[in-house]
């Protein structure tokens, strides 16, 4: 069984299109993630979510909205697509184990290839 | 400053020889650290992380990493490189509210 999973796992668009990436997790944890890795690897979060409720909003452009229908799902959705927005988006998931604030083991989805044309 | 740095682009290790992947950081507070694996067209997975008590952390995969305060450093260990452990390498830290990646290490052993 995959553990966290993403649709689709390649997606080629035009630019100024509307797109969405889907995430979901089967490990009933609390907290959810997506993060962007350019082509240099460099890799960046830009949101995250608990038991579906913002708490990371990174300095992102506002054509990114993330969506979280419930727990196990957080869907990412980016308006007007530019050529920058091409990357491999990973979404990831991790349990609030009691521990020191943003200390829990992140568990990663395979990601999605974005190429803007 | 950086609050995670990787210091080296690349590493190459013969099969059999020991590895480290350096990595230091920079933040206020108490640091919390991970180490998390790429390999190709895969996301990202957790080999191990420091978050208090000894300052040798054991992982997955026979990798160890070592929490050193005096030098900021948490470097990762391994003492018999594998053609396998070929992979990307990233350290990372809790900033404040957030986890902050490194740029990444790629690891290549030689057969």
């Known amino acids: 069984d995959t553990a966290v999973s993403q649709t689709p796992k390649y997606l080629v668009t035009q630019m100024g299109n509307d797109k969405s990436i889907k995430c979901e997790q089967n490990l009933g944890h609390d907290t959810m993630y997506w993060y962007k890795q350019d082509s240099k690897k460099f890799l960046k979060i830009m949101f995250s979510?608990?038991?579906?409720?913002?708490?990371i909003n990174e300095t992102v452009p506002n054509r990114f909205s993330p969506k979280s229908p419930d727990k196990a799902h957080l869907n990412l959705h980016i308006n007007s697509l530019e050529l920058g927005d091409s990357a491999v988006y990973f979404c990831?998931?991790?349990?609030?184990?009691?521990?020191?604030?943003?200390?829990?083991?992140?568990?990663f989805g395979p990601g999605t290839r974005l190429t803007v044309l | 400053a950086q609050s995670v740095a990787q210091p080296e682009d690349q590493v190459n290790v013969a099969e059999g020889n020991p590895l480290t992947v350096k990595c230091t950081y920079s933040v206020s507070g108490n640091p919390y650290l991970f180490w998390y694996v790429q390999y190709p067209n895969r996301g990202l997975q957790f080999l191990l992380k420091?978050?208090?008590?000894?300052?040798l952390v054991k992982g997955s995969y026979g990798f160890e990493a070592e929490f050193n305060k005096s030098q900021t450093s948490f470097h990762l260990k391994k003492p018999s490189a594998l053609v396998s452990d070929s992979a990307l390498y990233f350290c990372a830290v809790r900033e404040r509210d957030k986890i902050i990646f490194g740029k990444g290490t790629r690891l290549h052993i030689l057969p």
């Open positions: 979510y608990n038991n579906k409720e913002l708490i």
């Open positions: 420091y978050i208090t008590g000894d300052n």
């Open positions: 990831a998931s991790s349990q609030n184990s009691g521990g020191p604030l943003w200390t829990d083991t992140q568990y």
